[in-house]
């Protein structure tokens, strides 16, 4: 017995011991107080807005990283690294065509730096240039419509200034975006000319021109859902359970199951739901909440019948045959989840503006319209059917 509780003594202190070992090797430090060499062969790649240095590293054992440093116009002063294991990196964040000096130096792994070689780095045009260039702005219904080319996807601002007695005044919803095709509109303005200033920055606070313009936004308003009636035409899809109903689409719960429009889930290629607005108007836009499904991971928006690629069509007197005569298209849509991300996964982002409503805007130059028809040929599970818990519909019935 006494031997046993030696063995177990000596076993539990030789294992202490190499876990002290273990511990005091990784904090050691390695102290190497040479300067590593600098980069050489250094070669500039001008980009818009920004410059890649390819380079030959030094053949330093211990080297970690290349560091680049430089000062943009605005003064802010910038800092690049990049892992030993690449042989280039990219500086960014200019906002002219003029000469640029960046400092090239290396670091070791003891963080002792070489001295820095000034490499001259000329980039080329700003992408804001063109996306400004691109911009237009007009009329929207409520409010104005913004379009502009992104070509380089960049992470771009557009301010919106308003005219108040003299005042610039910033707008409540700046645009925010990376997307490539910017068409954005932003509404809460009366119908009455405005003097608008919009202006475009970058995440490095270069900022374009600003463009100033008079812009008269057009007037809407909320068609009563009081009005709203559910139309069924013979080639219109069915509901997939008796205790859903287009009806369902206007009774003010955006969430709540069975109180959803659910079309036949069996259905394969295009389907379509017709309703009565109620009134003849000349239509704006409209404003969908699809139906958050029930998962593992909580309520989810862009998952199974939510509406994902759609066409919204109007007529003031639609056939009862449930054909396509006398429809005008309003537009065709795609819905987008802000992340990005794959169905089934959604952020806080994507869950909130879905929970607001998908809002929609309809071609401007459409007559005017009383019933609606939406047909959807793809949802978010990759087939047509339809999960709409609600809908808002506005437009100009003067």
């Known amino acids: ?60 054992q211990d080297l970690l990283y290349v560091r680049a440093t430089y000062t943009l116009a605005s003064g802010q002063e910038m800092e690049v690294k990049s892992s030993y294991y690449n042989n280039s990196l990219l500086v960014e964040g200019f906002a002219d065509m003029k000469p640029h000096d960046i400092k090239l130096s290396t670091v070791n792994r003891s963080e002792i730096s070489s001295t820095p070689v000034t490499i001259p780095v000329t980039p080329l045009e700003n992408p804001i240039w063109d996306t400004f260039r691109s911009l237009e702005a007009i009329g929207a219904f409520g409010g104005i419509r913004i379009t502009a080319d992104n070509e380089e996807e960049k992470n771009l601002t557009i301010m919106v200034m308003v005219d108040s007695l003299g005042e610039w ?33 970058d995440k490095y606070m270069n900022f374009t021109d600003t463009m100033v313009t008079t812009i008269t936004p057009l007037f809407e308003t909320a068609l009563p859902k009081s009005r709203y009636n559910a139309i069924s035409l013979p080639t219109d899809a069915k509901q997939q359970y008796a205790s859903t109903g287009l009806s369902k689409m206007w009774d003010n719960d955006i969430i709540n199951w069975p109180n959803i429009s659910l079309t036949d889930v069996t259905i394969n290629g295009p389907q379509w739901i017709t309703f009565d607005t109620g009134t003849l108007a000349k239509m704006s836009r409209i404003v969908i909440w699809n139906y958050p499904e029930y998962t593992n991971n909580g309520r989810m928006y862009y998952y199974g019948g939510n509406v994902k690629t759609f066409e919204i069509w109007g007529s003031d007197n639609p056939p009862s045959d449930g054909s396509w005569n006398n429809w005008k298209l309003l537009g065709n849509f795609e819905s987008k989840k802000p992340s990005g991300l794959p169905m089934g996964q959604q952020t806080d982002e994507d869950y909130q503006l879905a929970n607001s409503g998908l809002s929609f805007d309809f071609d401007v130059s459409a007559p005017k319209v009383r019933y609606l028809r939406i047909k959807t040929s793809k949802n978010w599970q990759g087939s047509s059917f339809m999960a709409i818990a609600e809908v808002q519909v506005y437009g100009d019935p003067r």
Request: glycine share 2%.
């Open 1 to 60: 017995m006494n031997q046993t509780k030696l063995y177990i003594f000596t076993l539990l202190m030789l294992i202490a011991a190499l876990s002290s070992c273990k511990e005091e090797f990784k904090t050691a430090q390695v102290t190497n107080a040479t300067a590593p060499q600098p980069v050489s062969n250094v070669q500039v790649e001008n980009l818009p807005g920004a410059a890649r240095l390819h380079y030959t590293l030094p053949k330093d």
């Open 169 to 201: 005044v910033p707008s409540v919803d700046n645009i925010y975006t990376s997307t490539k095709q910017i068409n954005r509109t932003i509404r809460g303005f009366a119908p009455n000319p405005k003097q608008f200033a919009i202006t475009i920055r």
